[in-house]
């Protein structure tokens, strides 16, 4: 039995070469066509299709806020982005709204129907050109968010001073700043920590362990 | 300690006032010839005058209205003294400008209560007139006059601050209704007619009113037009009316909406470009490509014909894939679609990446946990600070280290940029005045549209730290 697709896209050029390629192609039936990412939700819930290839930039709705909402509402319609982007970004929000595949639109088109009968049965796929820097983007992406990696060296600096009990004036002068200038540095960690008074900040930075204690 | 002068031809009444305002703690001047007034009211500060009515020469009624007449010792008090209770007399007195009168035999309470009372009068007089001048100040400051309109005689009287507004002078344009139609633009004479007649005829205010006025040297101001009605038992007595030149407020708001617009209509103009960039010719490179392959395998006999013409497609593929790049750096340049698409975060990230391989840089980017999503007008501002703070970095600072935070608190989205490069000269740049760089200033325009704030703290050789924040609350993403 041929896997049944929808295709969608908003330009009719793309959408006519992807026909084109999957006529040739054997085991494809192509039961619909969409113009934008609304549109493509539609088909789906309608003709529960086996697999849809999504554009990512389209108006209305964009193919990954399309693929959020399609997995939801049809889980078993496998989903392929294919995309202009080799953003890592858009990689890896594509997985995170349920698409199966990320397919780019420079890529070999012969590979195209063996890599859609593969994810039909369960499999994944990331074009070789994106794979690298995704794999560099989740690296990156686990080292942030630490409340540290929150301020700069320089706050750090004074944050470490202020725990210590040194005025504003003290770490300007230990640290070649102006006073005005530690105090500004004063105010920023401040907002940053959401804390509005100095004994605040102070129970903060230690319970997050952003400075270190001395005890004598 | 207050000084007070007595004029009196009587020694024995001089004696005794003297010795009881001594008493009171006041110190006192006296003179027994009126003639010499004046020069005593020259040579010594004075704050309160007492006047025998009856002296010899010259007698103290006309004295009195000599000295309310004198411009500068007209606002000194002056309490009469006399033995005399003819009313017309004490009218006359008072009609010429005295405060108070004492009768003689002077009984020393009554002195001590009438020389207070006088002073502290002349006190809150002078608080007054301390407090009208800075009003003075105020209205000039603000570039606002004041009229009055009398209904019953229908006569008009402008401040000296009206004549400043309409250039004129009092003697060569008397303040009348008349002439305040003639000041008006042609062009608003229409809204402002009925306006004025309302307001003169039936004397009803129908709100504040903005329109154009035109100068004698034809240059046109904005005036905003403000007027009140005082009833008296149910009448209109009076109109008050402010009158202020807001053409430079307007000019400054019409520029900041100018500059406003331009920015918008300029990212607009970017967002364009790019979407006519990645709809055109990115899709003509992706179509050129499916049809490469398509042509390839369907238009070959054999095999061997296929591979050939295969090899010679390829070489297509290669320049359409480089063509393809170097058009999606030009569009991701014009206008980060990813932004639109996936957010702030992510596009900040794509961006900061994408800038380190090229320059071959390590900024990092912190982005702080449970960052939401802002209106696209704030992200997009806080992207394009992002992209010209970076810029700097890589033009000025010298250093390939520099650190962005992104994070919210509350109602307030914040940003920070900072980087350990050679710095700025300035130590702390005045943003009020426009800084050297251009883009430091434009960036704190942008900021402040959003009603935002902005520090840039630089100092030589410590490095550039800019933060900002704007005030706004999250949006859900759909």
Sequence with gaps: MSLRLVIADNHPIIRSGIRMLFQQAHGFEIVGEAEDGLDAMQLCEQLSPDLVMLDVSMPKMNGIEAARVIKEKCPDTKIAIFSSYTNPEYITYAFEAGASAYLLKDEDMDKLPPILRAIANGETYVSQEAKDSVTAYQVDMKKQASLESLLTTREKQILQRIVDGKTTKEIAYELDISARTAETHKYNIMQKLNTHDIATLVRFAIAHQLVSVTTE | ?478
């Design chain 2, 1 to 478: 300690m207050a000084n007070i002068l007595i004029v009196d031809d009587n020694k024995q009444t001089i004696q005794q006032v003297d010795e009881l305002l001594c008493s009171f703690g006041y110190s006192s001047l006296y003179t027994l010839e009126p003639e010499f007034l004046f020069e005593i009211l020259e040579s010594k500060p004075v704050d309160l005058i007492l006047l025998d009515v009856h002296m010899p020469g010259e007698d103290g009624v006309s004295l009195l209205k000599k000295v309310k007449e004198h411009p500068v010792f007209r606002s000194i008090p002056v309490i009469m003294l006399t033995g005399d209770t003819d009313e017309r007399l004490l009218e006359k007195c008072f009609a010429s400008g005295a405060m108070d009168f004492i009768n003689k035999p002077i009984h020393d309470i009554v002195l001590k209560s009438r020389v207070k009372s006088a002073l502290s009068n002349r006190d809150h007089i002078l608080a007054l007139r301390k407090k009208s001048s800075s009003l003075k100040n105020v209205l000039q400051i603000a570039t606002m006059g004041m009229w009055e309109f009398d209904c019953s005689n229908r006569y008009m009287k402008w401040s000296s601050e009206m004549y400043q507004i309409f250039d004129r002078t009092a003697e060569s344009f008397p303040s009348s209704i008349g002439n305040f139609f003639h000041v008006i633009h042609p062009e608003d004479i229409k809204i402002v007619k009925p306006y004025l007649h309302d307001l003169f005829e039936s004397n009803k205010v129908a709100g504040p009113l903005d329109f154009r006025i035109i100068r004698p040297d034809e240059s046109v101001r904005i005036v905003h037009q403000q007027a009140e009605v005082l009833e008296k038992e149910g009448k209109p007595v009076h109109i008050l009316g402010i009158t202020q030149d807001i053409t430079d407020q307007q000019r400054s708001t019409a520029l900041q909406h100018a500059y406003r617009r331009q920015n918008q209509i300029r990212e607009e103009e970017r967002e364009r470009l790019a979407r006519d960039l990645h709809d055109e010719v990115i899709q003509i490179f992706s179509m050129l490509n499916l049809k490469i392959n398509v042509s390839a395998k369907s238009g070959c006999s054999s095999e061997s014909e296929y591979c050939w013409l295969r090899d010679n497609f390829q070489s297509c593929q290669e320049l359409i894939h480089t063509g393809n790049q170097t058009l999606r750096q030009i569009i991701n340049d014009l206008y980060p679609s990813i932004l639109k698409d996936l957010g702030l975060a992510p596009a900040l990230r794509a961006h900061i990446r994408d800038l380190n391989e090229r320059m071959n840089l390590q900024i990092e980017l912190h982005v702080s946990s449970g960052l939401e999503s802002w209106p696209a007008e704030i992200e997009l501002a806080v992207f394009r600070i992002t992209q010209e703070a970076l810029n700097n970095v890589v033009k000025h600072a010298k250093t390939p280290h520099a650190q962005v935070m992104i994070g919210q608190r509350e109602n307030i989205l914040w940003l920070q940029i900072e980087d350990q490069g050679q710095g700025m000269f300035l130590e702390e740049m005045n943003l009020k005045s426009m800084p050297k760089s251009l883009g430091l200033f434009l960036m704190k325009e942008r900021v402040s549209q959003l009603g935002g704030k902005i520090t840039i703290h630089s100092q030589l050789g410590q490095g550039t730290s800019i933060f900002l924040e704007i005030p706004h609350s999250p949006i859900e993403r759909k």
